[in-house]
């Protein structure tokens, strides 16, 4: 059980468009879930943690209005990178838990490369 | 200074060894400790919770000490299978619950 996709698992796309990524928990109802991102060598970075139904919270330094995040429904996160840019380009890591867990379950992540 | 730091390695070791991680955090508030495992392009997994009493998972022992802020973690008779790259992580207060933090690895490689 606790089962957490992501789609797409890679994706390349020019700079200046939009890329969206799904979060989905597959066998459980996610209350919150957590968007990460990872540069090559460095360890994953929250970016923002979400609840259902609630605007999501920013880390420090996240640009919220360029990195948006909707979490309309308790099996459902998507993360939308808007004028995408090289340096975006990362791996992007998905967490969800339920009210019933203390644990994080992982996405097997998304990696986007900007041309 | 990183919130959570550990020595990089890479740790080369051959099959069999005994190799020891180590790993301290700032943030004296951190409730929860873990040792992840993160294999290459993919996500992290946990491995083990860490207690203050020390908690044993077959090869794999993991140590907290709360007054050094240091965390532990030893792996006996390494397999080709262990290599991968060993994440400490704790975690911080929330908004939503407690939010993880992650070190930033190491790399541990087991050779034949």
């Known amino acids: 059980g606790a089962v957490v996709s992501q789609h797409p698992s890679w994706v390349i796309c020019k700079s200046g468009t939009s890329v969206k990524i799904e979060c989905r928990s597959l066998?459980?109802?996610?209350?919150?879930m957590f968007w990460y991102r990872q540069f090559p060598k460095q360890s994953l970075m929250l970016m923002a943690t979400?609840?259902?139904?609630?605007?999501?919270?920013?880390e420090q330094g996240v640009e919220k209005d360029k990195f948006l995040i909707n979490h309309a429904s308790l099996t459902l996160s998507t993360l939308t990178v808007t004028s995408a840019h090289p340096e975006d380009s990362s791996f992007y890591i998905c967490?969800?838990?339920?009210?019933?867990?203390?644990?994080?379950?992982f996405g097997p992540g998304t990696r986007l490369t900007v041309t | 200074r990183k919130e959570v730091e550990q020595d990089p390695g890479p740790f080369n070791v051959p099959e069999g060894a005994t190799v020891a991680f180590n790993c301290t955090y700032s943030?004296?508030?951190?409730?929860?400790f873990f040792w992840y495992r993160q294999d290459c392009r993919k996500e992290p997994k946990l491995l083990m919770s860490?207690?203050?009493s020390g908690n044993e998972d077959g090869r794999f022992t993991a140590q907290l000490n709360r007054a050094s802020q240091y965390i532990s973690l030893l792996i006996r008779d390494s397999k080709l299978s262990d290599s991968a790259t060993y994440l400490c992580?704790?975690?911080?207060?929330?908004?939503?619950?407690?939010?993880?933090?992650f070190g930033a690895g190491t790399i541990l490689r087991v050779k034949s």
């Open positions: 967490s969800a838990r339920g009210d019933w867990a203390y644990e994080q379950y």
């Open positions: 066998d459980f109802q996610a209350t919150t």
């Open positions: 979400s609840n259902e139904g609630s605007k999501a919270t920013y």
């Open positions: 943030n004296s508030a951190s409730q929860s």
């Open positions: 860490v207690y203050s």
């Open positions: 992580v704790v975690t911080r207060a929330g908004e939503y619950g407690n939010k993880l933090v």
